[in-house]
């Protein structure tokens, strides 16, 4: 069949006339009798903050009696404290605590579902709390004194009572006939693959927050030959938006691929209607997390200007724990460098450490220092390439370092000189990634932090000769998901994988 010229060309994208006004006004009168059978999620989370408050005062009471009531009185030289004495501290701390969790975010209709979310931002604001209350009351002596006991028994008390209390309401919220009503029913308008992206990570939401409606085609030509992305339901055209967003209840467009015209007239659209309008920045293939609305002389501008080792404190923090790692690397490796420095000299007489170029922050190139895994001039003939499973240049102490990095341990000294991390992206050689830059898109992008000696590609078992494509991907993802719990955690994990390590 021969497509025919889509009315969007016209610019009219379903301008609503009487019969679509009337379904328009069909589709307020659904939402309010849907309103009407169920509470309104606004109420569900009145009911969170007023359940987390109880559990925040039955923890103050528990680590009360736990104290100076249990086994735990004897601990310390405590007189009896009567629980008048402490009702202040008390009630000073469960507000505080119940703030802390809302800077957390999680008083918010959207993402009441999210339990793991949730869970983990409990966590980490009954952890700041516990901190936080104790110095707060140790700086300005708050009388009685408080027992450094007494607010940490409180923070594991808020810690397991919000946990659990959450855990039921969770399950009560997740219930039939009441997950409907906070679910956010989801329409496509265009494809490609960013939208096919996040697509397949809705759907694989385990909260179950979203309701995937399905795509709307909006290439501007009508074709009945044209096929669906697979698995993903089609709903209609964008000349039809009207009668599509009533027939399916719509509560959030998500756009993928629009003309400016088209992208107008949609946004103007989901504000008539109270639709949420969300845009997949299709030119922000990099670093999405990063991007925020900033105003330059008046004019508001979408950029990436933001990621966790662009501040200060985050790279002061870094280069902390990088300078005590490699102290406490070098120390500890002392035995292993003489040990295997000696084998690789029997087996092959000569330098025992092997430095090469590679490509450090900003492209500076430093030299990389490791215990000499190969035969003497082992590139002598063949130039530089990548090592490979039984590569024939290895010795055969070499093949045993390689597996457990071994070979990698002098490299310490290149973390405590501030060449490079001891978590960060591999740093690749200059002779092998000379063209990448130009074939493998937001390559170079990996180099806005200082290379490590193990990362996030590599606990995901993409070292040696594996996709370069995968590893930049994961590379990005530590970029932008940074944290010193995450260096610890790949630090950590860097033990367990030694697969790809040839």
């Not at 170079?444 to 000696?453: D, I, L, Q, S, T």
């Not at 944290?483 to 994988?497: A, N």
Request: net charge positive.
């Amino acid at each position: 069949m021969t497509p025919t010229k889509s009315k969007l060309e016209a610019g009219l994208l379903g301008r609503p006339g009487p019969a679509t006004g009337s379904l328009l006004e069909g589709l307020e009168v659904r939402r309010a009798m849907r309103q009407r059978e169920q509470p309104s999620p606004h109420l569900w989370v009145l009911v969170s903050v007023l359940g987390d408050l109880i559990m925040i005062v039955s923890a103050g009471h528990l680590a009360y009696w736990l104290r100076f009531h249990s086994f735990m009185r004897d601990y310390g030289n405590w007189m009896k404290i009567e629980l008048s004495q402490y009702a202040g501290h008390m009630a000073l701390g469960s507000l505080s605590l119940l703030l802390a969790l809302g800077w957390q975010g999680i008083y918010h209709r959207n993402v009441l579902l999210r339990n793991r979310w949730i869970a983990s931002r409990i966590a980490k604001a009954v952890l700041i709390w516990t901190l936080g209350f104790l110095s707060f009351t140790l700086v300005f002596k708050l009388q009685p004194s408080i027992s450094r006991v007494y607010v940490g028994l409180n923070g594991a008390c808020a810690l397991l009572l919000l946990l659990s209390w959450r855990w039921f309401f969770d399950l009560f919220l997740h219930s039939p006939g009441r997950i409907e009503t906070l679910q956010q029913r989801t329409l496509f308008v265009g494809w490609n693959d960013d939208a096919r992206r996040l697509w397949k990570t809705l759907s694989s939401d385990r909260a179950h927050a979203f309701n995937l409606v399905g795509w709307v085609d909006a290439s501007g030509w009508r074709d009945d030959n044209q096929e669906a992305p697979e698995g993903v339901p089609f709903v209609g055209y964008l000349e039809d938006m009207n009668r599509v967003i009533v027939r399916h209840e719509v509560d959030m467009v998500i756009v993928a691929d629009l003309s400016r015209e088209q992208l107008l007239e949609l946004a103007n659209l989901c504000e008539r209607e109270m639709i949420q309008f969300k845009l997949a920045p299709s030119v922000f293939r990099i670093f999405v997390s990063g991007l925020s609305l900033e105003t330059i002389a008046g004019m508001p501008v979408l950029g990436v200007n933001k990621l966790p080792l662009d501040s200060t404190l985050n790279v002061l923090a870094k280069r902390t724990l990088d300078m005590v790692g490699a102290i406490v690397g070098l120390l500890i490796s002392v035995p292993l460098v003489t040990v295997f420095g000696t084998l690789v000299y029997l087996e092959s007489p000569g330098p025992v450490f092997y430095r090469q170029r590679r490509w450090g922050m900003n492209g500076v190139t430093f030299e990389i220092i490791k215990i000499r895994s190969m035969k003497l001039n082992a590139e002598g003939q063949g130039g530089a390439q990548w090592c490979t499973q039984d590569d024939p240049r290895r010795l055969r102490v070499g093949a045993f370092m390689r597996k457990w990095n071994i070979d990698e341990v002098p490299q310490f000294w290149n973390v405590l000189k501030g060449e490079m991390s001891l978590v960060g992206p591999r740093p690749e050689r200059p002779e092998l990634i000379a063209c990448f830059k130009h074939e493998i898109p937001h390559y170079n992008a990996r180099h806005a932090a200082k290379p490590g000696m193990t990362g996030w590609a590599q606990v995901k078992g993409l070292r040696g000769d594996t996709d370069l494509a995968e590893r930049i991907k994961c590379d990005l993802w530590y970029l932008e998901n940074w944290s010193l719990m995450l260096d610890l955690q790949i630090m950590f994990l860097t033990f367990f994988k030694r697969d790809n390590a040839y």
